[in-house]
C-alpha cells in the first residue's frame, strides 16, 4: 500500500533541507515533480523516503557506501526480479497503527489487527526466502521465524484463536457447538409434540397460533397448559407462547455455561497472545525497518532503468556525460532530446548562445543531477561524477512577481542577493544564475553580469559557478572558463525554400538548432540573430539599419 | 419449497433480500433461506446493506433478530459487529471500507451463531463484498436491505430478489396487501422490448434521458429530470418514448404526465429506479401510458410474515391467499415455516 506525496507533505519533507537547496531551486529544476518519480510502493517505504535527506560534505564514507549498494542492486536485479519482488512487496499489509499497540504491555489486539501482523511476517518471509533478496543481503530467516512463532506455526494467511489455542479451547468450542445442537434438538422435539397435539408448529419465535374460530375449543383448552403461556386472543387467532421444557431449559442453561468457558479460553488466548508479541517489539520495529529498507533499494533500481541512467560516481571534479532532464525527456514531443555533456572547472563557468533555452535547460540538468546524488539516488544520465557541496542554489531568470508587486529587475536582484547570502555561510556550493541582468537595461545589465561573474571568481571559497549570459563582456572576462550552445548549424538556413511561410520557419529553425554545448577557447559570442531575423522576412529598412549601427557603433 | 433450490435452479447465486417495511420478516426470510441452503450443501455468504450495528430496534424496542450463520458459511461485517457476534470465526481479508464500527472485514464461521451485519453503506461496497465471498467460496450471496431500502436490489450487484411483506404494515390483510403492491409492482413491471431498446440504446449508454419522437432520438442530460423534463428545449408534443436512467419519482412522471396526453412508452433502468405511490401507477395506466424497465430484476419469492412486532397477527392462510391473488408467477411462502403457496393471480 503506497501513499502519494502531497504538496504539504513535500514542503514538509525539504523544508529541513532549505540551508543545502532552497525551494526557489527546487522549483526551478522541478524537482518536486521529480521526487515524485522515485516512488516507494509501500506505506513503509514511502515513509522512508519522507525522511531521507541528503548526504552533506564530511558524510561521504556513509554516501560511498549507498552508491556502491545501489550499483551491486542495479547490476543484481533483472527486470523479473525487480517485478516478482516488488509484487509480493506491495501486499505487504499496513501494521504502523498496530505497533503502538504492541509497545505496551497488555493491550488485547483485534482480530483485523492480528490478521494484519499474521501476513505481514508471512508475506515478510516469503520474501527473505527468495534468492534475489538474498543475493541483495536483505533480513536473515531468523527474525521472520521468530516473529511467526507466536502464531503457532500456521502458514495460511488467515487468523482464527484455533490457529493459537491449545486443545482445551478447541474442546471447548466442540462443546459449545455440541451444546447448540443439543438445544437445536430438544427445541425441535417439543415443537414437533405441539404439532402433534395441536396441528400446528410452533414459529421461530417460539409462538404457537391457533385460528379461530375453528380451533376455539382447543384454544381454551390449551390457555391452562403449563406448558404454554396464552398471550392474546385476536379476531382471528388465539396466541400462546411456548415455554421452555425441562429439556429445553437444560440445554439452554448447558449452552450459557459452554459459552461462558469458550469465552474465558478465548480472552486467556488472546492475553498470551498479545503478551508474546509484545515481547517481540524490538523485532517487530527491525522488521519494518527492512521492509522500508527494501522498498526503497526497489524503488531506486526502478528509478535507474526508467530513466536508462546512471549511478552516480565520487570525483573531485564535476563531469556529466549524456545528462537530460528527464521532465524535458519525457514531455519533447517527437523530437529526440539533446543530451548534455559538461565537464565544468571549478570556479565560474559561463554558458553563452543563442537565447533558445538551451543553456537554461543545461544548468537546471547539472543541479538535478547533483541534487540526486546527494541523495544517493541515481541520475539521468550516462555518467555523472561529482563531490558533496554544502549548498546548492539555482537563481532562474526573472519574471514579474505580481503577488508582491515587483518588477522583474527587483525580483531577479532579490533572488541574487539570496543566493549570495547562502553561499557566504557554505563551505562548498554549486550554484547557477540564469541571464543575470536581463531584466534592465542592456548597458547596466552587462555590467551586472560582469560585476557577478568578477565577484564569483575573486570569492575563494569552494565553489563551482554556472552563469548563462547572452551579453558580451562577461565571455571576455579573464580567469573563467566559457562554453557555448552551439547554435545554429552553418547551412540549416539554405535548406528552407523561399516560399516556405512564417509559421513554417519557426518551426524548421527550432529544428535546425544544434543544443551541444561546446567548451571555447576563444571568448566570442557567436552572432546569429542578423542573420535569422533576415531569414524570418524582418523589413529591409531596418534590416539595413541594424547593419549600420552594428559596424558605425552609433 | 425450498427457496435455495429455486433460485439455484434459475441459475440466481446473488440474492437481496427487500422488506416492504421495517419488521416484514426480511431477517426471517433471509434465516430461512440460509437453512434451505445448507439442505443443499451450498455454502451462503451473507452481507447486509443499509443501518449499522443494530442488535435492538431503537425505534419501537423490539429486538432485531440476528441472523444465524452455519458453520463454513462467510460473512462480511464490521470488525466490532462481529465481535459482538455469537458466532466464531477464522478472519480472512480486511477490506478497503472503512465504518463506524471498523474496518470491514471478510470471515469464515468456524463456530456456529448468530452474526450481526453492519458496516457496508454504499452499492460499491456490496459489489466487493459479494466479489470477495465468491472468491472465498461462496454458492449463495446473500444482501439483506435495511428497511424500504432497495440500494442492493440493482441489476449489477443481485441476479434476483425476496420481497418480505409482514403484518407490520396493516392491521388488515387487505393493508398489508394494499401497502406492498407498489413494491411488488416495481419488480412485475415487464422488460422494455428489443425494438424499443435499440431506438434508446445510445441514451441508455450516455447514461442520459431519452426522449424519442418522430425525427429519433434526442438525448438531454440526466439532470433535467430535476427541473421538468418537459421544460427541456428538445421536449416537443411530438415525443412518445422516454427512458429515465435515474429515480422514476412521482413528481418527475407528473411532469410528464401533465404535457402528454398522448400514450407514451416510458423506461425507467432498473426497479429500483421506479419510486411510485400506488395512485401514480393508477394515473399512469388509466391514461394508456406503459411503463417498463431496460433490465428487470426477478423475484425468487415472497416471504409472507403474519406477525406483527406491534403485538397482533394476522390468520397466515388469508395472508398468503391474498398475496398470491396479487404475487403472478412468483410463489408466497412463509419463511418461518417453509410452507409454500404459489400464486397465479394478475396485478
Known amino acids: 500500500m503506497a501513499r502519494s506525496d502531497s504538496a504539504e507533505d513535500l514542503v514538509q519533507t525539504f523544508r529541513h533541507t532549505q540551508v543545502f537547496c532552497d525551494e526557489d531551486t527546487q522549483r526551478s529544476v522541478a524537482w518536486f515533480d521529480v521526487w515524485q518519480l522515485f516512488a516507494p510502493g509501500t506505506v513503509y517505504g514511502s515513509a522512508n523516503k519522507q525522511a531521507l535527506q541528503p548526504f552533506r560534505p564530511g558524510e561521504e564514507a556513509a554516501w560511498q557506501r549507498a552508491l556502491e549498494e545501489l550499483g551491486k542492486d542495479a547490476e543484481r536485479l533483472a527486470d523479473a526480479d525487480l517485478a516478482g519482488l516488488q509484487a509480493t512487496l506491495v501486499a505487504i499489509p499496513d501494521i504502523t497503527d498496530v505497533l503502538p499497540r504492541l509497545c505496551t504491555p497488555g493491550n488485547l489486539l483485534s482480530p483485523s489487527q492480528l490478521l494484519g501482523l499474521k501476513r505481514f511476517v508471512l508475506t515478510g518471509a516469503e520474501l527473505a526466502a527468495s534468492l534475489t533478496a538474498q543475493g541483495m543481503a536483505w533480513t536473515p530467516p531468523d527474525l521472520w521465524s521468530a516473529l511467526s512463532a507466536p502464531f503457532g506455526g500456521d502458514h495460511t494467511r488467515t487468523f482464527a484463536i484455533d490457529h493459537v489455542a491449545g486443545v482445551e479451547y478447541a474442546q471447548a468450542a466442540q462443546a459449545y457447538t455440541a451444546s447448540l445442537g443439543r438445544l437445536a434438538s430438544a427445541i425441535r422435539e417439543r415443537d414437533a409434540a405441539w404439532q402433534t397435539r395441536t396441528g400446528v408448529r410452533p414459529t421461530r419465535d417460539s409462538l404457537l397460533t391457533l385460528a379461530l374460530p375453528e380451533h376455539k375449543g382447543l384454544a381454551d383448552t390449551l390457555k391452562h397448559d403449563p406448558g404454554l403461556l396464552w398471550l392474546r386472543d385476536t379476531p382471528f387467532e388465539s396466541v400462546f407462547e411456548v415455554l421452555p421444557t425441562a429439556a429445553t431449559a437444560e440445554a439452554q442453561q448447558l449452552v450459557g455455561e459452554a459459552e461462558s468457558v469458550l469465552a474465558a479460553l478465548e480472552h486467556a488466548c488472546m492475553q498470551r497472545l498479545a503478551n508474546e508479541l509484545h515481547a517481540l517489539y524490538p523485532s517487530w520495529r527491525e522488521a519494518v525497518e527492512a521492509v522500508a529498507e527494501l522498498d526503497v533499494r526497489l524503488a531506486k533500481v526502478r528509478l535507474l532503468q526508467r530513466w536508462q541512467g546512471a549511478v552516480p560516481l565520487r570525483g573531485d571534479a564535476l563531469r556529466l556525460v549524456a545528462g537530460v532532464h528527464p521532465l524535458r525527456a519525457d514531455t519533447a514531443t517527437g523530437r529526440p532530446f539533446v543530451p548534455i555533456h559538461l565537464e565544468p572547472v571549478s570556479g565560474v563557468n559561463v554558458l553563452c548562445g543563442s537565447n533558445m533555452g538551451g543553456k537554461t535547460v543545461a544548468m537546471q540538468t547539472v543541479v538535478l543531477c547533483q541534487l540526486l546524488t546527494q541523495y544517493a539516488l541515481p541520475v539521468p544520465a550516462q555518467g555523472f561524477t561529482s563531490g558533496l557541496f554544502a549548498a546548492v542554489r539555482f537563481a532562474a531568470a526573472a519574471e514579474t512577481d505580481s503577488h508582491n508587486g515587483l518588477s522583474s529587475f527587483g525580483r531577479e536582484v532579490a533572488r541574487l542577493t539570496a543566493v549570495w547570502r547562502d553561499l557566504e555561510s557554505a563551505e562548498s556550493a554549486l550554484c547557477c544564475f540564469d541571464e543575470p541582468g536581463r531584466s534592465t537595461n542592456p548597458v547596466e545589465g552587462e555590467a551586472l553580469a560582469v560585476g557577478l561573474v568578477r565577484a564569483l571568481r575573486e570569492d575563494g571559497r569552494h565553489k563551482l559557478c554556472f552563469v548563462a549570459t547572452h551579453f558580451t563582456a562577461p565571455v571576455q572576462e579573464q580567469g573563467i572558463a566559457t562554453f557555448r550552445v552551439r547554435g545554429l548549424r552553418a547551412d540549416a538556413l539554405a535548406a528552407v525554400t523561399a516560399e516556405a511561410s512564417l509559421t513554417e520557419r519557426l518551426a524548421y529553425l527550432e529544428q535546425a538548432m544544434d543544443y551541444r554545448l561546446e567548451r571555447l577557447d576563444w571568448a566570442d559570442i557567436p552572432r546569429e540573430a542578423l542573420r535569422i531575423a533576415e531569414w524570418l522576412g524582418i523589413p529591409e529598412e531596418v534590416l539595413v539599419n541594424t547593419r549600420g549601427f552594428l559596424q558605425r557603433g552609433k | ?347
Request: aromatic share 6%; hydrophobic share 50%.
Open chain 2, 1 to 347: 419449497m425450498n427457496i435455495a433450490a429455486r433460485c439455484r435452479q434459475h441459475g440466481w447465486a446473488h440474492v437481496a433480500f427487500i422488506g416492504a417495511a421495517k419488521h416484514a420478516g426480511k431477517t426471517t426470510a433471509l434465516g430461512g433461506f440460509i437453512e434451505d441452503a445448507r439442505e443443499l450443501g451450498a455454502v451462503v455468504g451473507l452481507c447486509s446493506i443499509g443501518l449499522d450495528g443494530e442488535r435492538l430496534d431503537t425505534i419501537l424496542g423490539v429486538e432485531k433478530p440476528a441472523i444465524h450463520a452455519p458453520a463454513g458459511s462467510l460473512v462480511v461485517s464490521a470488525e466490532r459487529a462481529l465481535e459482538q457476534s455469537e458466532a466464531r470465526f477464522d478472519w480472512l481479508e480486511a477490506l478497503p471500507i472503512a465504518s463506524p464500527l471498523g474496518t470491514v472485514m471478510v470471515a469464515r464461521v468456524v463456530h456456529p451463531g448468530r452474526v450481526v451485519l453492519a458496516g457496508v453503506r454504499q452499492r460499491i461496497h456490496v459489489e466487493q463484498a459479494i466479489q470477495r465471498l465468491t472468491a472465498y467460496g461462496a454458492g449463495f450471496c446473500l444482501v439483506d436491505g435495511a428497511f424500504d431500502r432497495v440500494a442492493a436490489a440493482a441489476p449489477h450487484l443481485v441476479d434476483a430478489v425476496v420481497l418480505a411483506v409482514g403484518a407490520v404494515t396493516g392491521r388488515t390483510v387487505t393493508d398489508v396487501v394494499r401497502h406492498a403492491l407498489p413494491l411488488l409492482r416495481r419488480f412485475q413491471l415487464p422488460a422494455l422490448s428489443t425494438e424499443w431498446k435499440q431506438r434508446l440504446a445510445e441514451a441508455y449508454k450516455a447514461c442520459g434521458i431519452g426522449l424519442f419522437g418522430s425525427d429519433g432520438l434526442v438525448q438531454i442530460p440526466a439532470r433535467s429530470a430535476l427541473f421538468g423534463v418537459t421544460q427541456h428545449p428538445a421536449w416537443t408534443p411530438d415525443v412518445h418514448a422516454l427512458y429515465l436512467p435515474g429515480a422514476v419519482t412521482d413528481s418527475v412522471l407528473a411532469d410528464v404526465l401533465q404535457q402528454r396526453p398522448q400514450p407514451l412508452q416510458i423506461a425507467a433502468a432498473h426497479p429500483a429506479q421506479v419510486l411510485l405511490q400506488a395512485e401514480t401507477y393508477k394515473h399512469l395506466y388509466r391514461a394508456g401510458h406503459s411503463l417498463s424497465v431496460w433490465t428487470p430484476l426477478p423475484v425468487a419469492g415472497i416471504a409472507a410474515n403474519p406477525h406483527s412486532i406491534a403485538g397482533y397477527d394476522l390468520p397466515q392462510a388469508a395472508l398468503q391467499a391474498a398475496l398470491r391473488e396479487v404475487a403472478g408467477d412468483i410463489p408466497v411462502y412463509d419463511a418461518m415455516r417453509a410452507q409454500e403457496v404459489s400464486g397465479h393471480g394478475q396485478i
